[in-house]
């Protein structure tokens, strides 16, 4: 059995053009391996400003054209060249964006959601499911005439969220869900994902709140300066952090007010300068020789697949 | 000892009340949180109590005076370091537009000397946001207000920032209004919190 | 079979820094040796006329042909290309001058801005030639006469750009920051708004060049420009005029097409440099 969506070894590089039209080559994701089942949320956690995001327009197939890809991106086994992509897209894989301000400002709510449709049969057809999708997440008749600038946080997330639903999507992407709400909007944003889940949908949650992704995903993969370092069950976020492997993955938990607000020394440092060998290896307390000059491999230790050639282990 | 003290402020935008009669004072060796609902108005006061609002009605004075010109003695971090830091300037400038702290410091605060030569587009968020802090804790500063500072950083730099801020902020009595919607951070960090909707009508 | 494919790539794919600085290396030294040239050929030898060659057709000895008085075209026209720079260099300075005072001048405050607007507006609106025309008259015609004219006409759209990035600079959060710090408006103005200004002044002065010379000779060739004696190529052209009928093409044709080349050579000279100064444009 395949599963549902099957990332494998996808990288995502810029050329860029700096003063003087000096050349650089950006890596924004390095070698990313990860799938997706149904009834299930992957997190995809990283810090802001990595181009998480890309990976959602990958999956899309809406890289702006400069962008420099490599690695294969598998549909139910299939894999996804860009005919397939455009074909899902909006169909059986649909994208939840960050704001209200990816939808047209001089659009009507209720006509972006249902998009151009030229037959009228059809048209009421989905104008009906769009009403009763809308019902399901309290957005009244008088939403579907407002303009994008007149919803608020809570009910622009609500309409993003529905609109996306349209289409019966087997595969739902949601980039940043939550930040910008207000503490009650987040709950409600979070438990409708987790409902979406239920009914069996496979969900990508591209995030850098590692609350929300606690909170909503069954498995977390953490970014690192664009690396995969570690993919581990989200229980394993509790506790002292025991059963995250990845030294990284340990001192960010560790690091989380709640838990110990503990102090690691070492940066992340920006990606125009991304450390040969392990991306982490300068800030690691754990670093072995191989780690200066080898770029580890991901690998599964107990359950967690991670990037590590020294990990730790539970009773450290 | 050093008060920050505000006193009746309204601001309003167009008809759209923003701050209604806000009254708030703090002093010099406090690390206040202030916790408030996105769009309730915390970003609008923290650019009242740091000048970057001159329209407003109300008072906001250091030890009853209103600060005049020259540094300004209450500073604002923000979210977003990259935008205020001029894109094509050098980070040694960017340093020392305000001033130039001395090596031990530049150390305490992880920031490396070979930074110095770089754009701020050739570093990451986190190493942008300790050259705000560090930039706006001038020996000058009596009140820094940290405006979700770090919100866009990831939990291991949070904790950082915030040990390498507060040690320095204690160190010179500087006093830091934590502005934050994470709870659990302002628990950890701040002597005590204060909600907005406390403190206006 | 690959490998053969990789080296075409090879060569077409030279870096674009490479590229642009090539391509605008080579029009710069074009542009400049066309200038230079103007003052080592014997204006009185060229310009005198010599009954002996009388309209001769392009030839390896003559190679734009004759003119009816049996003067080179060849010479001619270079010494029209060389007053078409100068008239060009001139008249940017003068532009420029006034659209960086204006620009500056609009950020002082909003009435002042509004006011600065409304002049833009004003000039902007007037047709170019008839207003270079007048302009040219009121300062008494001749080569000072259109160097002001043109010079006068031609700030409209780099004050429009400088006013508004002035703008834009100015709402920005550093500079809002850069007050708290208690820098001075100079202090603001000199190491803030100033070196981000800069690259902009200089892509706009050069594509105003190819504007200028084109305004030039177009009233040189309608009778209001620089003077008939003067070898300008709006002169030589309306001269030709008179002789396209028997047959002289070449008379019009290879002054008209080196004015082109010309006027293209600035324009690539400014793109070129808008990339190399502001990276962005340049990303793909």
Known sequence: MSKLLEIEKLSISFSQYFKGLEQRELKVLSDLTMDVDDHEILAVLGSSGSGKSLLAHAILGILPSNAKVSGS?????????????????????????????NLNPLMKVKEQAIGYIKDEKDKEKIIKKQREIFNQYNLSEEVDEMYPFQLSGGMARKVLISTALLNDPEIIIADEPTPGLDEEAVKETINNLVELKEKGIGMILITHDINTAIETSDRIAILYLGYVIEITDTKNFSGEGEKLLHPYTRSLYRALPETYFELTEGHQPSYQNIPKGCPYHENCSRQIRECHYELPELREVNGTIIRCFNPLGEGD | MDVLKVENVNFNYGSHKILTNLNFSMENNQVIGLFGDSGSGKSTFCKVLTGFIKEYEGTVTINGEVPQGGFNPIQLIY????????????????????????DNLLDEFGIKREWFNRYPSELSGGELQRFSILRALNPNTKFIIADEISTMLDAVTQAQIWDSLLKLARKNNVGVLV???????????????VYLSDITE | MTKTEENKQGILNINLRTKTLIITGIALLILIS????????????????????VNQPPSFEHWFG????????????????????????????????????????????????????AVIDLFGSIPHILLIILVSLAFGGGYYGVVMAVGLTHWTPLARILRAEIKKINTSEYIKLSNEFGKSKMWIARKHIFPLIISQIIVGVILMFP?????????SFLGFGLPAHE???????????????MGYWWLAFYPGLSLLFLVLLFDLIGENVHKLLDPQSAQE
């Open chain 2, 179 to 193: 502005v934050s919607h994470d709870k659990k951070l302002l628990n950890r960090i701040c002597d005590s919190i």
């Open chain 3, 66 to 117: 004759t003119d009816w008085m049996g003067r080179d075209m060849f010479m001619r026209t270079l010494l029209g290309l060389g007053i078409s720079i100068g008239v060009g260099a001139f008249a940017s300075i003068i532009s420029t001058i006034v659209a960086i005072l204006l620009g500056v001048f609009s950020s002082v405050n909003t009435v002042v801005d509004e006011i600065v607007t």
């Open chain 3, 231 to 245: 070898p300008a190529i709006g002169i030589i052209l309306s001269e030709s005029m008179k002789y396209l009928s």
């Open chain 2, 79 to 102: 979210q977003h370091p990259e935008k205020v830091m001029n894109p094509r300037w050098k980070m040694r400038d960017v340093l020392e537009e305000s001033w130039m702290p001395d």
């Open chain 3, 211 to 219: 504007h200028a010379i084109m305004h030039e000779a177009s009233i």
């Open chain 3, 34 to 53: 066309v200038f230079v040239s103007n003052y080592f050929i014997d204006h009185t030898a060229v310009l005198t006329s010599n009954f002996y060659n």
């Open chain 1, 73 to 101: 991106i598998r549909y139910k086994g299939k894999e996804m060249d860009d005919e397939l992509k455009e074909e899902l897209r909006g169909n059986k894989i649909s994208f939840i964006p960050q704001s209200v301000n």
